[in-house]
């Protein structure tokens, strides 16, 4: 950060300061998150990647109608199938209609993007077999954690637990502590019927939500309220409601 003060171009400086709030993000500081994204605004005024930030943390704070406000603009800038992905869903939690939203996405995705077209469809469960193609050619040329969790998660909706495993452990080894790497592994380790590390990994992943999509804090709710089902079920018949 202190190499780009000064220089010509303010998007090297804009960027490593978006990467390094996105770091608070994912550890659930989202006041310093929130610093980093709008200094890198202050740097490089209207700049998608930081607006896209600002709208996450929208998001978390229960703002949608201002997260999907700010996620319009940064996809004006920068046409991106995540972009318009968090704006659908940006949309929809604000109780706005996202058919647009969620088209472009989709078509961007299935133009170049397919990485995020596989997670779109993972998360969606829908389209799997699509998903998977999609994210196996990415693999020939790409192989980030983020690759490979897109490919887990598909996996893991189709069944294909063992595969599913070895597709999030590649993505483990490369980011430990990326929150939706967290989240699928605890999903994953919720099919594999290992309830108690299972709960491990959601209770990371629930401090972490602030960097999770709606539709992934979603699940995660749904998940964690399913580990505490077999407790409530146990209990004494007079304790029942």
Known sequence: MDAGLG????EPLAWVTVEAARV???????????????????????????????????????????????????????????????????????????????????????????RVLAALLGSRARDLEEGL????????????????????????RLGRIPEARAALDAARALAPREPQVILHEGLLLLAEGQAEAARARLEDAWGRRAALFPSQVAELKAARARLAAPAVASAPPSAAP
């Open 133 to 156: 193609r999609a994210v196996e050619r990415e693999l020939t040329g790409r192989g980030d954690h983020l690759t490979h969790d897109a490919h887990a998660l598909v996996l893991l």
């Open 7 to 10: 220089a010509r171009d303010p």
């Open 24 to 114: 608070f993000l994912a550890e659930g500081d989202v006041e310093t998150a929130q610093a980093g994204f709008q200094q890198a605004l202050t740097v490089f005024p209207e700049y998608p990647p930081a607006r896209v930030g600002v709208a996450r943390v929208a998001l978390a704070r229960g703002r949608p109608a201002e997260a999907a406000r700010q996620l319009e603009a940064a996809f004006e800038e920068s046409a991106l199938a995540e972009t318009a992905w968090l704006w659908a869903e940006a949309l929809e939690a604000a109780g706005a209609d996202a058919t647009t939203a969620w088209a472009r996405a989709e078509k961007i995705g299935r133009h170049g993007e397919g």
